[in-house]
């Protein structure tokens, strides 16, 4: 199945930095949306970015798409401790298939 | 509005015996998803379910899993004849119709003894 695939698969790094992850995949798309999961809980929605969209910006986060190159982008500027957690990608295509995410630690 | 309702949070079952999971997603939703994620990795799709007909279920296991959204009622997911390999978190996701967000139960956590 053709889902959202996140790279790296771990980052971590101190609070007040600048955390970047990414997602490929691999058909056309109508949206793309970003979720994050706090250890054993459930999916939490972040943002939506349309096909015909480049960047949208939503409080400390920024996403960035290119069709093109069938990638996203998940910037998070000013981590906190509390932005620890896993973020996964997930497109409109195939039913919103969510690949195994990254795991972003924001160490105090 | 309440949320997405998953019950049991923690289920604990014997090798052999039945597990079913329900799902009451949010009013309004007609779609429900279901997911599998096992420790430190990430949700693998199970099936995808509008009211009363299975729109996709190509990540269910062929045998023992079956799921069901009947048109009164929640989505149950029913698992017979547990293994220690079906212990995982079981999430359940709903959207309206025509939308692609997706929002979550907050689990259940099935551990097979």
């Known amino acids: 199945s053709q889902q959202g695939e996140e790279d790296p698969q771990a980052l971590s790094i101190q609070e007040g930095e600048n955390a970047t992850m990414n997602c490929s995949y691999k058909t056309s798309i109508n949206n793309l949306q970003w979720y994050r999961q706090n250890s054993g809980r459930g999916l939490v929605h972040l943002i939506l970015?349309?096909?015909?969209?480049r960047e949208k910006h939503s409080g400390r986060l920024r996403v960035t798409l290119d069709t093109s190159k069938k990638s996203s982008s998940l910037l998070i500027t000013a981590s906190r401790a509390a932005d620890t957690a896993s973020y996964f990608c997930?497109?409109?295509?195939?039913?919103?298939?969510f690949g195994a995410g990254t795991r972003l630690t924001v160490k105090p | 509005n309440a949320g997405v309702m998953q019950n049991p949070r923690h289920l604990v079952r014997r090798r052999g015996q039945e597990a079913r999971l329900r799902c009451s997603p949010m009013?309004?939703?007609?779609?429900v998803y279901w997911y599998r994620q096992l420790p430190e990795e990430g949700l693998k799709f199970m099936v995808y379910l509008q009211k009363e007909n299975i729109i996709d279920e190509s990540g269910m296991p062929k045998e023992r899993f079956s799921a069901e959204f009947p048109k009164e009622g929640p989505s149950i997911l029913r698992i017979q004849q547990v293994v220690r390999g079906d212990s995982a978190a079981y999430f359940c996701?709903?959207?309206?119709?025509?939308?692609?967000?997706?929002?979550f139960g907050a689990g259940t956590r099935l551990s097979v003894l």
């Open positions: 996701a709903s959207s309206p119709a025509g939308q692609n967000i997706q929002y």
């Open positions: 009013k309004g939703h007609s779609h």
């Open positions: 970015i349309r096909s015909n969209e």
């Open positions: 997930a497109t409109d295509a195939n039913d919103m298939r």
